[in-house]
């Protein structure tokens, strides 16, 4: 009962942890081909966060999108005029903000 098993228990609760984190993509800019041109990448969201995946259209076309981690991340659709912008949020699995 030292510090082996101190360190032990740190391991140990740090990979308990590690199990519980939910990771999501990141990416600061998506192209109207869904391809990541910027800020590429993953980040490990908190308790309070979701992952997060935005969607900009114009007249029904892709125009660009984003990824990351979100904390108080809303569901929303939001139109004006000929274009829309979609903000999906999830934590149901690793990776669910996918394009
Ligand atoms: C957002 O929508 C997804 C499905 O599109 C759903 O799984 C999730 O629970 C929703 N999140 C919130 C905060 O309403």
Redesign the pocket.
């Known amino acids: 009962m030292g510090k082996h098993f101190l360190l032990l228990l740190l391991g140990f609760s740090m990979s308990i942890g590690f199990l519980q984190a939910l990771f999501c993509y990141r990416c600061d800019l998506l192209n109207a081909f869904g391809v990541c041109l910027s800020g590429r990448g993953y980040c490990v969201a908190s308790q309070q966060e979701?992952c997060i995946l935005k969607e900009y259209y114009q007249a029904g076309r892709l125009v660009f999108g984003y990824q990351n981690c979100r904390y108080i991340?809303?569901?929303m659709t939001f139109f004006r005029g000929t274009f829309q912008m979609d903000v999906?949020?999830?934590r149901?699995h690793d990776f669910c903000n996918r394009f």
């Open positions: 979701d991340c809303n569901n999906k949020c999830c149901h």
